[in-house]
């Protein structure tokens, strides 16, 4: 069973920056891709970015040049770090692992991010 564990939301004025992480354990078969999605209140679950095994990365529209995903496979580990925060930006993110090619994904809890002045 595969278990995701998020950490790094908050509240955040408007500007700021946040680093959301993401720990993955359990028995994980490779390749996986890990990545952030997020949901607001009132809308549906939309992906926010990904990261391959390769480091090949997937970005929002919405986030690029604010938002830098990256990974540490030794630690099975993800990061989001989040920078020129916009109140829009507020919502519940949510850590994922899938494997490419297989319909199969795991979550995180979701860890709450707010931007706010």
């Known amino acids: ?12 004025q408007p500007g700021g920056s946040l680093r959301l992480s993401c720990a993955a354990s359990g028995s994980i078969l490779r390749p996986y891709v890990m990545g952030w999605y997020r949901q607001a209140p009132g809308k549906q679950r939309e992906l ?26 030794a630690k099975k580990m993800v990061s989001l770090q989040m920078n020129s925060l916009k109140p829009e930006d507020t919502a519940i993110y949510y850590c994922n692992l899938r ?6 994904n795991y979550w995180g809890q979701g860890t709450q991010v707010t931007v706010s002045s």
């Open 1 to 12: 069973q595969v278990q995701l564990v998020e950490s790094g939301g908050g509240l955040v």
């Open 99 to 104: 494997h490419p090619g297989v319909t199969l």
């Open 48 to 73: 926010v970015a990904d990261i391959t095994a390769g480091d090949g990365t997937n970005y929002a529209d919405s986030v690029k040049g604010r938002f830098t995903i990256s990974r540490d496979n």
